[in-house]
């Protein structure tokens, strides 16, 4: 994507899983990067990673058992400026999840709460990250 810097550059990222059998290495040493208008797409056989790559990303893994071992995760904010992921704080992330990154679950039975319609999830978020009103959020 000629001379621009990516938005998100994963670096010999390695995530481990302790259990009591020992550790399970869920992703070994991927690297790609992410560039302003670009959409990539992670393939595999399941089981292989895709998941656990992506809620690395995001800082998702449940810590313990799961454990960002190794690599470098930069994300270039527009608002915050270059930040690792691997080392930034909770609240950072949190400032930056669902303004500027986000997921998209495969199952949407186990990402939405089947007590509430889904128009009010998705406003709960837009009040969270965009500090609307209710009013304004519909």
Excluded: W
């Excluded at 670096?11 to 991927?30: C, Q, Y």
């Excluded at 986000?102 to 949407?108: K, T, Y």
């Excluded at 186990?110 to 709960?124: A, F, H, I, K, R």
């Amino acid at each position: 994507m000629g001379n621009q810097a990516p938005l998100l550059e994963i670096k010999n990222l390695v995530t481990d899983f302790r259990t009591e059998e020992g550790v399970t290495r869920a992703v070994d040493d991927i690297s790609f990067d992410l560039h302003k208008g670009e959409t990539i797409g992670i393939v595999g056989e399941s089981g292989s990673g895709k998941s656990v790559t992506s809620l690395s990303v995001m800082r998702l893994i449940p810590e313990p058992p799961g454990q960002i071992s190794n690599g470098e995760l930069f994300y270039h904010s527009h608002t915050q400026g270059e930040m690792d992921l691997a080392h930034t704080s909770y609240q950072e992330i949190r400032a930056i999840r669902g303004n500027e990154v986000s997921m998209i679950f495969q199952e949407p039975m186990t990402s939405l709460n089947p007590v509430y319609t889904c128009g009010d999830q998705v406003m709960e978020a837009i009040r969270l990250h965009l500090k609307v009103s209710k009013k304004d959020a519909k």
